[in-house]
């Protein structure tokens, strides 16, 4: 008998917690569509006049004047809109836009909320001043870079690519190594993509961090952005590198940055001693690199017992050209060969 | 810069513009119109196909990524169509190589990437049309 109560008081306590969480859910569903509704008819008025601005329409400025008279909940909405709006063009109507929001104050309050007690608003904040293109809060971001919140780091880098000031490259990459803050690597390399060619040197400096990650993305991006100043920091990183994705990433950006000289350098590290996972980036990187010079070395890859190791040397071979495919011949059965020509016969297709 | 002078007899250059973001939708939509284009907005890929098919326009813009049919899924339609050389125009946020790649395997005749131009996007569209002629 106290069993069955217990067992009716648990059934009732569960279900009670149930019906709760419906009754959250459909009061935060029911909130925030009545806040989406109330901000659709606040912007309603100056729908037209954002549309014609955005949309680069708005030669005499007239309609952006309009935009600037917003006051109160509506400016507070229409700046929100703003920024979206901002993600996604750009060029004259996308100024146009920023000036609207330096006319509001919103850039004004944005570097205010930088420090900001709420990491969202620092977040938010970071965001918008990128958006704007707020070179004069550079250093203000870079210090944002060490905040103790992941969400604003990411978001200051984000802001930093997008004013492109490659002043700030240096901090950038030397974020990624900060001890209990660091900035994901990810982050930090797409941030420095967008920064001009004078952030090649803040790379070759980078590719001699003791941090590991900030070493991978200093050759990662050296690769990516054909900075050929750093190949003799990037061989040497190959060869005595203690951290295995370094190396690799190395690989890669030698097979895409460098000479015929280097087909023997990464052909080095194709041995059998070798990390398998570094023998495979070499291999990748010797198609890439293009250098006939590697078609011995393939060669011999394609008897190789690991079959991945072996389908790659294959498909290196086939980048080569004619010499390289020669060097297929009596190969023609190997799994490898066929799955490499089958890979590269759909490529052709698609392309 | 509007759509180049043509016959005042003749009906305006229609496009459909499909994409489920209202901002982008509006704005490429508003800029078209002030251009000369008869425009045709849709905001998923599903009415995309279906304004499609009932009513082939001279030119079509179309986002990649739209729930339901995406613009690649439109653009694949549109090429096994009967109306397949209509020129097309993909706008999207993804920027990879490989996804610019496929857009233009599929058949695309251009590709921007977003946060884009419109005035560039307006020159794109006027060239394509002029080509196509």
């Known amino acids: ?351 | 810069m509007s759509a180049p002078a043509g016959d005042p007899d003749v009906s305006p250059v229609r496009v459909l513009v499909a994409d489920d973001d209202a901002d982008i939708r509006d704005l490429v939509e508003f800029k078209l119109t002030q251009a000369g284009y008869a425009v045709e907005a849709v905001p998923d890929g599903i009415s995309a196909w279906e304004a499609f098919a009932a009513n082939p326009p001279q030119l079509a813009v179309l986002d990649v990524m739209m729930p339901g049919l995406s613009g690649i899924d439109v653009l694949r339609k549109i090429r096994e169509s009967e109306f397949g050389t209509v020129p097309v125009l993909l706008l999207s946020a993804k920027s990879r190589d490989s996804d610019v790649d496929t857009g233009f395997a599929v058949g695309a005749d251009d590709y921007v990437i977003k946060p884009f131009s419109p005035r560039e996007l307006l020159h794109r569209v006027n060239g394509m049309l002029a080509r196509a002629r």
């Not at chain 1, 950038?172 to 797409?190: H, K, M, N, Y």
């Not at chain 1, 890669?252 to 990390?275: F, K």
């Open chain 1, 1 to 351: 008998m106290v069993g069955g109560a217990l067992l009716i008081g648990a059934t009732v306590a569960v279900l009670g917690g149930c019906l709760l969480l419906v009754v959250t859910v459909v009061v935060v569903r029911a909130a925030r569509h009545s806040r989406t509704r109330r901000d659709q008819m606040l912007l309603s008025p100056l729908r037209a006049p954002l549309i014609t601005v955005a949309s680069g329409e708005d030669d005499d400025g007239s309609a952006a004047e309009q935009l600037t008279w917003a006051t109160g909940v509506s400016r507070t909405v229409l700046d929100g809109n703003i920024v979206q709006l901002l993600t996604k063009i750009r060029g004259v109507p996308a100024e146009q836009l920023v000036r609207v929001l330096e006319v509001h104050g919103a850039v004004e309050a944005a570097v205010a909320d930088l420090t900001h007690r709420s990491s969202v608003r620092r977040a938010r904040a970071a965001q918008l001043l990128g958006l704007a293109q707020a070179g004069h809060t550079v250093p203000l971001l870079v210090e944002a870079l060490r905040d103790e919140s992941v969400e604003v780091r990411n978001s200051a880098a984000y802001a930093l690519g997008l004013i492109g000031d490659a002043a700030a490259a240096g901090p950038v990459l030397a974020a990624i190594g900060l001890p209990d803050r660091g900035l994901p690597a990810a982050t930090a390399a797409e941030a420095l993509q967008s920064m001009g060619v004078g952030i090649s040197e803040v790379l070759r400096e980078g590719l001699g961090d003791e941090n590991a990650r900030t070493r991978m993305v200093a050759a990662h991006l050296s690769g990516q952005r054909s900075f050929t100043r750093g190949l003799p920091e990037l061989r040497h990183l190959l060869d005595h590198d203690t951290d295995l994705t370094v190396r690799e990433t190395c690989a890669a950006a030698i097979g895409r940055l460098g000479r015929g000289e280097d087909a023997a350098v990464l052909a080095r590290h194709t041995l059998a001693d070798e990390p398998l996972s570094l023998r495979r980036a070499c291999v990748q990187a010797l198609g890439e690199l293009g250098d006939e010079g590697a078609v011995p070395t393939l060669a011999v890859l394609l008897d190789d017992p690991d079959p991945r190791l072996a389908e790659l040397a294959a498909s290196a071979l086939i980048e080569l050209g004619p010499e390289g495919s020669g060097a297929l011949s009596g190969h023609e059965d190997d799994p490898a060969v066929r799955s490499a020509r089958l890979m590269a016969s759909l490529q052709k297709a698609s392309a």
